[in-house]
């Protein structure tokens, strides 16, 4: 049985060493998988990007002057599949708690469905005034209306007030953003307004509703 005490004293020799490796080892993996962390993390930053900020929309088309679909004291243009109607009989009084929203009646609805989108743009005339007055007596009349914020901007060669708010309605289950511009002419104030279903289809219209902004013409 000699032999068998240099064995243990081999063991007992060895295992703190072989423990030191492995203990190195684990160290050096764990230092090697915390380096490539930060890198992994920057691709989810631009995946939020397209929610705020969607793409600008080419134009696919005019509404508001001669041969459209909705006869208007301005023109401006379209983005694709959206789909314009005027809207018979606004100033029918059977029809106003539809037509007339404060100082202003409803002349064409541009249906967003067929362009992917449930939502709208909505052209309304006021009588001829100070542009910021009509936008402000639209907004308060339309119901649960809250934190209207207005701001002076340019719709295409014309100075415009924009206005940005929410509302919130007895079925809804959160509030929903809106938008709406307003311009005055020598025929009249024009508001285009921004509606949808919630704020997600909100962002994803707001690239039409900026494009109608942009590329006002009065007639």
Not at 34 to 47: I, L, N, Q, T, V
Not at 86 to 113: H, I, M, Y
């Amino acid at each position: 049985m000699p032999g068998r005490a240099p064995i243990r004293t081999s063991l007992r020799t060895t295992a703190p060493a072989a423990l030191a490796l492995l203990t190195a080892g684990l160290l050096t993996a764990c230092g090697t998988r915390a380096e490539p962390a930060p890198p992994a993390a920057a691709p989810a930053r631009p995946s939020a990007a397209p929610r705020t900020a969607p793409a600008a929309a080419a134009p696919a088309g005019s509404l508001g002057g001669p041969g459209t679909a909705c006869a208007l004291p301005v023109s401006f243009a379209l983005a694709a599949g959206w789909a314009p109607k005027a809207v018979e009989a606004p100033e029918n009084p059977e029809f106003a708690a539809l037509t007339r929203q404060g100082p202003a009646t409803v002349r064409c609805e541009v249906d967003a469905k067929p362009a992917g989108n449930i939502g709208y743009l909505r052209v309304w005339t006021a009588p001829k005034g100070p542009a910021r007055a009509a936008l402000e007596g639209f907004v308060t009349a339309e119901r649960g209306a809250k934190g209207a914020a207005y701001r002076d901007v340019r719709a295409g060669s014309l100075a415009a007030v924009e206005v940005t708010y929410t509302v919130r309605g007895e079925a809804l289950d959160e509030a929903r953003p809106e938008r709406a511009f307003a311009v005055g002419t020598p025929k009249g104030t024009v508001i285009v307004h921004l509606g949808g279903l919630d704020a997600e289809e909100h962002t994803a219209m707001l690239p039409a509703f900026e494009l109608a902004r942009s590329t006002v013409e009065p007639l």
